[in-house]
Nanobody, 123 residues
Framework: VQLQASGGGLVQAGGSRRLSCAAS????????MGWFRQVPGKERELVAAISSGGSTYYVDSVKGRFTISRDNAKNTVYLQMNSLKPDDTAVYYC??????????????????WGQGTQVTVSS
């Protein structure tokens, strides 16, 4: 089972970026998928999540700017990031929770993790 995150890079403040997370080795259509981010010295933070039924969650700091979506036919989850700010600079990770439970799922509930992709927002 593998999650492959991509789409990171350098972007100017106010710009946009779309992250993708392609899953292989398992069908994730029934799983909750999440995007996390981490900066050095801080805990990994849940940014957005989407349940198998399409319910979504966003941390307050990205509401109205980020959109999580999934394409089950492609076994892929996306994170569209608009109006990016320097504070959004982080390594972004996708993750999958296969056991289910109360949504959104806590960080330690996620079973599979991608390798991370760096997003750097310049001011």
């Amino acid at each position: 089972v593998q999650l492959q995150a991509s789409g990171g890079g350098l972007v100017q403040a106010g710009g946009s970026r779309r992250l993708s997370c392609a899953a292989s080795g398992r069908t994730f259509s029934r799983d909750t998928m999440g995007w996390f981010r981490q900066v050095p010295g801080k805990e990994r933070e849940l940014v957005a999540a989407i349940s198998s039924g399409g319910s979504t969650y966003y941390v307050d700091s990205v509401k109205g700017r980020f959109t999580i979506s999934r394409d089950n036919a492609k076994n892929t989850v996306y994170l569209q990031m608009n109006s990016l700010k320097p504070d959004d600079t982080a390594v972004y990770y996708c993750a999958a929770d296969i056991d289910g439970g109360t949504f959104p799922r806590p960080r330690n509930a996620y079973d599979y993790w991608g390798q991370g992709t760096q997003v750097t927002v310049s001011s």
